[in-house]
């Protein structure tokens, strides 16, 4: 711990009023001491990281962390805060904030030693000492566990043994690292729970979730074994543990890996929030689940849940949020191949313009010297890649859904899609129906001497044909004929039916910035690119200019009223200009963060502006990312430029007027009086 945080690291005054300046503050030490190379940069992360799910922890604590390939060496910094900093916990602010910085490819043993501070920061008495603490040395000296503590707290100096990825509470109490051979108790001893724990970066959630529920299963005399997979390796908990447990638990925000071990089993499914801040709850839960043989087939693959737990009984705001889940497994999957293929054509038609892609095979006619073949060669090879688009989206479909079983049939019915020429529409559902194939195979009970060929021959077999006759003889034809009427109306797509369309795309994009409904609008146009037409080319182009819109008002709206915005978001601002430019919704995420009533529908305004104009425009793009960069590609791209800028000057206009607006509503106070909030004692 020693090489992770020094007395530079430690600020005991903080004082910074909102959780961006307090990342910023701290992350300004990080940069001082060598360990983030583009401050910047590093807090567009930390930023993203915090949208995914806010940081703050039940007992004062805030936890700002990220992998960044801004970060040269994996870094933790302390900063304490007197009234303390708003996390988004339950239960107020956090004095405590620990802004925990890794490489995007961090060895194992630094992770394993910053996860082991996440579960001391579960000890009361380590966090109170904190507290306490007036030098900063000593402070860093105690998070690294090198002053002795009060017999009971946390244990000593974390060490990658000591915060092995599983952590297990034996019979008599003492916590155990990993599942020990030979611990597992007869049917009469003591209620036995094997749990899996995950969230998005696995450097702290994870393994606080994993602590909280072993402390919980100490004092309530239950046996209990961790497996945390937040990491990107994970050590898998012992078969014979997951045979010998009364029930399971998933406290999770990223998908559980090889869930059939657990077929058969009581499961409660919840968020990894949930596993740190009622842990005895969920271990009640699944005792209860036990106790009236409730058993769980893992039908439902990736079980949508709330952060405080999963609904049961599959009503229809539940099975959105899965449908949802499944097909952003399939888009996230799919993306890499729409841009690496989509960027390669794109620059195919540069080199050697739009009738290379008629050229004869490279195979056979390929000459060095040549410009032409050289297009051609990279006009064959992205579209090579975009043949495995809808496949990849079917095949992702599936597997999230109903895990690895899932994807040979996914990915066959994805083929026949396009042998029928189902297209897109295919795709999803050939995902769609692989996924609830796989799942209702999965629910027929079979022999223990199949089971272990279930899920690499039988499942992939039977489903694969199912799939297969269902999108060939059943679906399929009727799917094509509607993916037809689709791209017929998008040709013929002209006037105010096309404003319209660009008008909602637009929306979408700038609604959520990087979420579902911007994700939803940009797969409904790179789905388009696999068999392009003049119609499916204007939607491509509506939502990249519509999705530049926001970072670019911001970095504006902080550029000609500056006054309006807090220095980070000054800040921020800079980058947003390049993160704009370059097509990249998520740069203008802070500021939504920061103020949403404001800021959100004003991007939406100048989003919807920018879709509408770029179809009234007919403008074309053959490239599915790339922003200003591929300007040269785009049709009329002069006219796409002015409508990007209208966009952007409407969003900007609206938020700098709603922003005077809040300002002259506010009572002006005396400015010995700046400060508003009071706490009571």
């Not at 992360?45 to 700002?64: C, F, S």
């Not at 602010?93 to 995007?104: G, M, Q, R, T, W």
């Not at 769980?296 to 949802?324: P, W």
């Not at 044909?465 to 060939?472: D, R």
Request: proline share 6%; glycine share 12%; aromatic share 6%.
């Amino acid at each position: 711990m020693s090489e992770l945080i020094t007395a530079a690291l430690v600020d005991l005054d903080l004082s910074a009023e909102t959780k961006q300046d307090a990342a910023r503050s701290l992350a300004e030490r990080m940069v001082a001491e060598g360990r983030v190379t583009d401050l910047d940069g590093f807090l567009a992360d930390v930023a993203a990281r915090e949208a995914q799910m806010p940081t703050g922890l039940d007992g004062g604590i805030g936890i700002p962390h990220c992998r960044s390939e801004h970060v040269t060496a994996p870094t933790l910094a302390f900063g304490r805060s007197g009234p303390g900093i708003d996390f988004g916990a339950a239960d107020g602010p956090a004095d405590l904030v620990f802004l925990i910085a890794a490489p995007a490819g961090a060895d194992d043993d630094h992770l394993t030693i910053l996860s082991a501070l996440a579960r001391r920061l579960m000890d009361p008495e380590f966090t109170e000492a904190l507290r306490a603490e007036r030098d900063p040395g000593a402070a860093a000296a105690l998070i690294r566990g090198e002053k002795a503590e009060p017999a009971g707290s946390a244990p000593k100096a974390p060490t990658p043994e000591a915060s092995a990825p599983q952590a297990s509470a034996a019979d008599d109490g003492t916590p155990v690292d990993g599942p020990v051979p030979g611990s597992v108790a007869p049917a009469t001893g003591p209620f036995r729970i094997v749990a899996v724990t995950s969230c998005p970066t696995g450097i702290a959630h994870t393994y606080m979730a994993a602590e909280s529920l072993a402390a919980a299963a100490r004092a309530g005399g239950v046996v209990l074994d961790v497996e945390t997979q937040g990491s990107a390796r994970f050590e898998r908990l012992d078969p014979a543990l997951i045979a010998a447990a009364d029930a399971v638990i998933w406290a999770h925000d990223v998908e559980v890996r090889e869930k059939a071990r657990f077929d058969g089993k009581p499961i409660v499914d919840t968020g990894v929030k949930a596993g740190i801040n009622r842990p005895a709850e969920l271990i009640a839960e699944a005792r209860q689940k036990a106790e009236r043989g409730e058993t769980t087939t893992l039908a439902t693959g990736a079980a949508a849940r709330q952060d405080g737990g999963a609904t049961a009984g599959g009503d229809h705001a539940h099975f959105g949020v899965r449908l949802r889940t499944y097909l952003m497994s399939g888009v996230s999957y799919m993306v890499p191949f729409v841009a690496a293929g989509g960027l390669l054509i794109a620059l195919s038609f540069a080199i050697g313009g739009y009738e290379i892609a008629g050229a004869k095979s490279v195979a056979d006619h390929f000459v060095w010297g040549e410009a032409a073949s050289w297009a051609a060669l990279l006009n064959q090879i992205g579209t090579a890649a975009f043949a495995f688009l809808v496949p990849v989206l079917a095949g992702y479909i599936a597997y999230g859904m109903a895990d690895r079983p899932a994807l040979v049939p996914g990915f066959v019915g994805g083929a026949i899609a396009l042998t029928i020429n189902a297209g897109f529409l295919g795709g999803l559902v050939a995902g769609l129906l692989a996924g609830a194939v796989v799942m209702a195979i999965q629910r027929v009970k079979v022999h223990p001497t199949l089971r272990g060929i279930m899920p690499v021959l039988v499942i992939p077999l039977i489903a694969s044909a199912v799939v297969g006759f269902l999108m060939f003889i059943v679906v399929g034809k009727p799917i094509a004929s509607l993916q037809r009427a689709l791209t017929d109306g998008l040709n013929g797509l002209s006037g105010s039916n096309a404003i319209i369309l660009g008008i909602v795309l637009g929306l979408m994009m700038c609604f959520d910035m990087g979420g579902p409904l911007n994700k939803v609008a940009y797969a409904f146009a790179v789905g388009g690119l696999a068999d392009p037409t003049p119609g499916s080319l204007k939607v491509m182009a509506a939502v990249m200019a519509a999705g530049m819109v926001p970072p670019l008002a911001m970095a504006l709206a902080t550029t000609v009223r500056g006054r309006l915005f807090s220095r980070t978001e000054r800040e921020n601002g800079r980058a947003a200009w390049v993160l704009g430019a370059s097509f990249i919704s998520e740069g203008a995420i802070p500021f939504a963060a920061a103020d949403p009533l404001r800021v959100i529908p004003s991007v939406m305004a100048g989003g919807a502006v920018t879709g509408a104009l770029s179809m009234a425009f007919d403008c074309t793009l053959r490239a599915p990312h790339g922003g200003i960069f591929v300007v040269p590609l785009i049709g009329n791209p002069f006219l796409y430029l002015l409508a990007i800028a209208a966009g952007t000057t409407v969003a900007t206009t609206l938020v700098v007027l709603l922003k005077s607006l809040g300002r002259n509503t506010e009572a002006p106070a005396p400015a010995a009086e700046t400060p508003k909030i009071s706490v009571a004692a």
